[in-house]
Every structure is written in C-alpha cells, then in structure tokens.
C-alpha cells in the first residue's frame, strides 16, 4: 500500500525513537510504499525552526535516511474543488494525498478525521497498528 503519514507523526518519529511514530514508519518502510509531499517536508523545517530550533540539527539525515516517494502540494487550491476541512491550512495536505492517490492518512489531527472521503482511508496510528 501506499502511506502517507502527517507532519506530526514524522516529528514524533524524529524526537522520539521509541515511539509509536517511530515503529509505525519502520513497519511502513519495511512492508509498504511512505509517501510524502512537499508540503509536509516544508513543514517538518518550519516547526523544527520554530519549536525545537535546537535540534534542527537532525532533521536533514533523518529525511535523507528516509526512503519515500515524494509528491508536489500545489501551491494554488481552490477549496471548493474538494472535500470540506475545517482547518484551511491543512488543505494542502489533503490535497496531496488525493492528488497522490494514496490509499493510507495516517493522522491524529480530528480535523482530518471528520473529512468525508472515501480514498485515502484517513486513520490514526493505533488504527493502523490494529489494522496490520
């Protein structure tokens, strides 16, 4: 399957080894295709910048270690072309993952979750360590 994971769930997996994050990407590198859009990479610089500026530091090996495909966000939207998401910043996230025809979101973000959309499946990583 193809797998796209949220900007969240790769900074988990960045900070914290142990982590559900962390074992949920290896089993995705390991048994599935990671895919990841520009949006997201764009994002993991911006939050490590901001919040963990002092750990900037691993950011560049850990997605150069990573083995994804890598997808374009688009840098126009126009909203109503797709399904509603009350957060309008996380439109270019989902957009990607339609426009990359992924069949797997794995979020923890509740704004995600209530978007009506049959493909991707939209589940948190419990859900997808349940699932496998």
């Known amino acids: 399957m193809r797998i796209m994971t949220d900007t969240n769930i790769l900074i988990s997996a960045i900070l914290f080894p142990n982590s559900i994050a962390k074992r949920v990407l290896e089993k995705i590198l390991v048994e599935h295709q ?39 966000t688009p840098k126009r939207i126009n909203p109503g072309e797709y399904p ?10 989902l957009v990607s993952t339609i426009f990359s025809d992924v069949d797997i979101f794995i979020t923890g973000d509740k704004d995600f979750h209530a978007v ?8 948190t990583l419990k859900d997808f360590e349940q699932f496998q």
Do not use: A, T
């Open 34 to 72: 990671l895919v990841l859009c520009s949006y997201i990479i764009d994002e993991i610089h911006k939050v490590f910048e901001c919040k963990f500026w002092d750990k900037i530091e691993i950011v560049e090996p850990f997605l150069l270690e990573l083995s994804f495909e890598l997808v374009y």
């Open 84 to 93: 509603n998401i009350r957060d309008k910043n996380d439109l270019p996230i």
């Open 116 to 123: 009506d959309i049959e493909k991707p499946r939209i589940i």
